[in-house]
């Protein structure tokens, strides 16, 4: 008898949280009002088990990770978002950093000869950084590396530079594509509901269009991710609807590769005084986004974000990737009280992370395509490694 068996024999269980057990064992969809009984209602287990039962039904034990490194052009913003640790005002211009082209081609330089096959880019929105600005920039680092999959911005820059060049959504995503860009991180959607966004993302881009430009990209072939900053004044209503317009859009185009929840951090920001949500509520969070976005492929945890530990926990509450190797220069989290203040970790590391919680580690490239299996790897001090052990089934 399985986990899952255990659960629906489980007298215990009120009619909602049955229903919702026997619709996971028949790979039935959830629906809304039974997203937000889960939220309201479910246990850490009980919801971790059908979670695990999903994570485990698609990928088995693998665990994913790809080798990338961050770009962050400036952390000065035109944007005040309450939540925002990161960014600096203009008026308070000589706090951050405005990188030239130069800098950063020479940044891409470093990874010359790292086996990384990802550059993720991101950061603040200032006008010199625009169309022509990054337009420039893909194709310079493409004419650089190649190889080196460029997964870029988001609709918040978008929206923000095809308004400035008078460019649709369309002719926009379309002149990125031509230059280089391959596929859409998954920042900026915040929380989408307008209650919550307008009080903590005032001005930028909405959430029907962060959801319209994914849906244009998706429509042109591509890929992209998909996130949620949660844990801090939305309710459980907000997340449903947030999960739930993601559902929709990938019923519709099938381009969400990845959903990675962002946990709110409270460190020097408009927001300080919003307490932290707990490591239970992350991993709820976790299991219950696995068990409604049932079209989602992958459910990513983000460990500079949330540490080492609740990322190895994560593994066991729906998740099947883990974010950031090699050296993750991203600022956002350690700027915002992460646990980890200078998150690297080697691939030799992060695998190790990854087995000793009886996981199968695969670096993939972004597209999910497998760049190495390490089922069979040892390592020069990983002698006592003797393959994975199964957890024993409950009789
Ligand atoms: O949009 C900013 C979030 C996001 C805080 O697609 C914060 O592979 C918590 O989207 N507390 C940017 N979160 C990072 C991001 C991302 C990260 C890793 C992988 C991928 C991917 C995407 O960071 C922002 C915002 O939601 N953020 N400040 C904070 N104080
Ligand atoms: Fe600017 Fe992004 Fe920070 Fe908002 S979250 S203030 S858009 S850098």
Redesign the pocket.
Known sequence: MNHLSVLLNDTSLDSTLRTIAEKVSKQERITEEEGLYLFENASLSYVGTLANHIREQKHGNKTYFNRNFHLEPTNICLYT?T????SRLIKKRSEGWEYTMDEMLDMIKKYDNEPVTEV?I?GGVLPQYDLQFYTDLFEKIKAHRPDLHI?AL?P?EYHYIFKKGKVSYEEGMKMMKEAGLDS???????IFHPEIRDQIAGGKCSGDEWLRIHEIWHELGHR????M?YGHIENYNHRIHHLEELRKLQDKTGGFQ?F?P??????D?Q?SHVKESTTVEDLRNYAISRIYLDNFGHI?S?WP?IGRTTAQLSLAFGVDDL??TIDDT?K??S????EEQNPALSTEQLVKLIRNVGRQAIERDTLYNVVTDFKDVVFEDDKHFKGYVSLPVVK
Not at 262 to 267: A, G, I, S, V, Y
């Open positions: 978002c939540f925002c640790s990161y993720h991101v997964k988001t918040v859409m991180p998954g920042g900026g959607a915040e992209s991710n998909a996130t900053l990845t990675i962002l946990k709110f951090r409270n460190k920001n927001m990513k983000y974000m974010d950031g991203t956002i989290y700027m915002a009280g992460s």
